[in-house]
């Protein structure tokens, strides 16, 4: 099963995707993950990335896209995966296409999380919060300031994504405002009848 989820910053995509990663057993592909890796190992794509990722702003398409396109083909994603934070602009989408065209792939399903958005940014006060309890260092990205970049790019660069894979019939949107349980009911239904046709 090939899977998109959409969402704003704090919508609930990674504890969600960790849940899909369980019951499907195919892999999470998480653009986020696989750049903050780059930049703990100092690559020289993790090294361009750092300060704008740090900064709530978009890294490139082009160091995006080159990322997911090396990643679907490794063979743990021959089964399927769930991509989370990507595509994250329409010109991503459409580099997407043409990479799982490439590859004679298909998706089967877009879902997006829906969370209003003052929602997400209690959400946002919330994790540092605990994560700071928890004595944890948190994400140089999660501070109030880059938050609000973070979701300015989301509304104006992410959001058309929703719109177009809507156009082509793709998209299942499900409310992100219910409690995590109820988010897994919601896609468990959208999946079920995707995993049965
Ligand atoms: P969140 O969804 O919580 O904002 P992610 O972990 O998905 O966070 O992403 C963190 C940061 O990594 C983004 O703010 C951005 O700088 C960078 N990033 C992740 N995915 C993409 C992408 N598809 N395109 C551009 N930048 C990305």
Redesign the pocket.
Known sequence: MKLILLGA??AG?GTQAARLMQKYNIPQL????M?RAAAVAQTPVGLEAKA??DA????SDDI?VGIVAARIQQPDAARGFIL??????IN?AKALDAMLADAHMDLDAVIELKVDEAALLSRIAQRVKQTEAAGKPGRA?DNPEAFKT?LEAYQTLTAPVSAYYAKTGRLAVIDGMASVDAVTEGLDKVLSRIVKA
């Open positions: 910053p704090g995509k998480s653009t986020g993950d750049l704008i990722i709530g702003r978009l890294v995006v989370d934070g990507f595509p994250r602009t991503q990205d973070r």
